[in-house]
């Protein structure tokens, strides 16, 4: 094969699984912000179908006690892990919690839009493992890229294990918290992965020598990162609520909320801050290319939006649409801020020529 259309392919390839793992982010949020995670009891199937049903009358009478069962027997043995790691309490809380046995009555409605969030996963592990097999190719030349997608597939088949867990323990709020920060992880290194195979000596001077842009960027990485990690334990509260309220009254939602959501919100403004503050010290750099000081105003104008949306959830009753926006917007600005640092800082690595 010609050494650049091997180069082109592996490219599209990368940001395709990249692009397809942010489309289902997005999806994953509607899922959740629409109630409708436990459309499907079991898993990979659902409802022991490839295909759901589309009607209550195509379930056995008992479905409710069979997935109930179904679920706890594998909470049983996830519960083990848990123990193994001397985390009792979340073992105890998963076996002993009524709540999680009770299973809701079928509705068509959020059993395929579930399906459909499964066959987006399904979609992104063929796209990772066609990754991995194409980066075989890359063992001599770049030994790194073979093994961060080697990595990456297994860490997404880790990620598939968690999700069968999120449904197992019937939505247990920590749980999803961890599967989104897995699905974080795989974005971040999704984004190395197409900086190493597309960027050669991208800027115009050495930037890894600038401590100011090193600790502006260590900065702004660090308080995006803990703004996300705020943002999953304020959604672990929203969902209490809803399923308190069994997502009706969201009116009175914001009303519940604890001091977590009034302190992510204040945080806002500091993301804000310190990235308006990154972006003018970028600007000031009179001999970097445009790209990159376009890479920097997009990224403020992403946190401009992402802060709008907060406030449309606050005073609008948490729309249902905008829960995933803001989701999707917070993994967009940390993934580009990431993908930012990679040029800025290691333009002068050696990768892939393109």
């Known amino acids: 094969m010609n050494k650049d259309k091997k180069h082109i392919g592996f490219r599209r390839l990368s940001m395709t699984t990249l692009v397809a ?6 999806v994953g949020g509607i899922v959740r912000s629409t109630g409708a995670g436990m459309g499907c009891p079991d898993w990979p199937t659902c409802f022991g179908r490839l295909a759901p049903p589309t009607d209550v009358s195509e379930l056995p009478a008992d479905y409710k006690e069979f997935y109930a069962n179904y679920r706890h027997e594998k909470n049983i043995r996830f519960a083990r892990y848990l123990r193994f790691f001397g985390m009792n309490d979340k073992a105890d809380r998963i076996i002993y919690d009524d709540k999680i046995l009770e299973e809701a009555d079928f509705n068509p409605v959020k059993t395929w839009t579930e399906y459909f969030n499964r066959l987006m996963g399904a979609a992104v592990g063929f796209l990772v ?12 030349e770049d030994k790194a890229v073979f093994r961060l997608s080697v990595f990456i597939f297994l860490l997404v088949g880790f990620e598939g294990w968690i999700g069968s867990v999120v449904v197992s323990t019937k939505l247990m709020p920590w749980v999803i918290t961890l599967h989104m920060v897995l699905a974080l992880a795989i974005v971040l290194l999704l984004v190395y992965l197409n900086f190493r195979i597309r960027e050669q000596n991208f800027s115009t001077v050495d930037l890894r020598g600038n401590s100011m842009v090193k600790r502006l960027f260590y900065i702004c990485l660090v308080v ?4 996300i990690v705020m943002g999953t334990q304020v959604r672990e509260v929203i969902d209490g609520i ?3 309220l069994s997502y009706t009254l969201r009116e009175t939602w914001m009303s519940k909320m604890d001091p977590k959501f009034y302190f992510h919100r204040t945080f806002s403004l500091v993301i ?27 990224i ?10 907060g406030i449309i959830m606050a005073y609008f009753h948490i729309p249902p649409f905008v829960q995933p ?5 917070s993994t967009l600005i940390f993934g580009g801020l990431y993908y930012l640092y990679l040029v800025m800082m290691h333009s002068k690595d050696k990768i892939i020529a393109t």
Do not use: C
């Not at 793992?21 to 997005?26: A, D, E, K, P, T």
């Not at 493992?129 to 001599?140: E, K, L, P, Q, W």
């Not at 926006?325 to 917007?329: A, D, E, I």
């Open 300 to 309: 403020v104008l992403l946190i401009l939006i992402e802060i709008v949306s």
């Open 242 to 244: 809803a399923a308190d």
């Open 129 to 140: 493992f066609a990754t991995m097999v194409m980066s075989y190719r890359y063992r001599h």
């Open 272 to 298: 804000l801050g310190v990235h308006i503050w990154l972006v003018a010290v970028i600007l000031r750099m009179g001999d970097l290319p445009e790209r990159i000081k376009n890479g920097g105003k997009l």
């Open 21 to 26: 793992v942010y489309v289902l982010i997005m």
């Open 325 to 329: 926006v803001h989701l999707l917007l």
């Open 224 to 227: 995006m990162g803990v703004q």
